[in-house]
């Protein structure tokens, strides 16, 4: 059972950059899955969530616009397409799994680093 994120990198402001995570071990499409990040210093928030069956979303208030969160349930997998890319999103980005949105998350992938600078 685990989580594995792909994507990440050094980017300049403005660019963007598309995390992807492959999931294993469990029913995926049963499992609402969520991106987080933590920037140094600064506790973990969550960036966006989709919901298992439906694909509802949501999203940090803040990156709603630029960031989107989708998922494929025939490959296992999440995905967080991120644009216009600031400083400010530079962190750890990991995915996890959740029952819900609104619950949570009991697993967690190693994350990848994502780094926004001029």
């Known amino acids: 059972v685990q989580l594995v994120e792909s994507g990440g990198g050094t980017v300049q402001p403005g660019e963007s950059l598309r995390l992807s995570c492959a999931a294993s071990?469990?029913?995926?499409?049963?499992?609402?899955m969520s991106w987080f990040r933590q920037a140094p210093g600064k506790e973990r928030e969550l960036v966006a969530c989709?919901?298992?069956?439906?694909?509802?979303?949501k999203y940090k208030e803040s990156n709603k616009g630029r960031f989107i969160i989708s998922r494929d349930n025939s490959r296992d997998m999440v995905f967080l397409q991120m644009n216009n890319l600031i400083t400010e999103d530079t962190a750890q980005y990991s995915c996890?799994?959740?029952?819900?949105?609104?619950?949570?998350?009991?697993?967690w992938g190693r994350g990848t680093q994502v780094t926004v600078s001029s």
């Open positions: 989709i919901s298992s069956h439906y694909g509802n979303t």
């Open positions: 071990g469990f029913t995926f499409k049963t499992y609402a």
């Open positions: 996890a799994r959740g029952r819900t949105c609104s619950q949570d998350p009991d697993l």
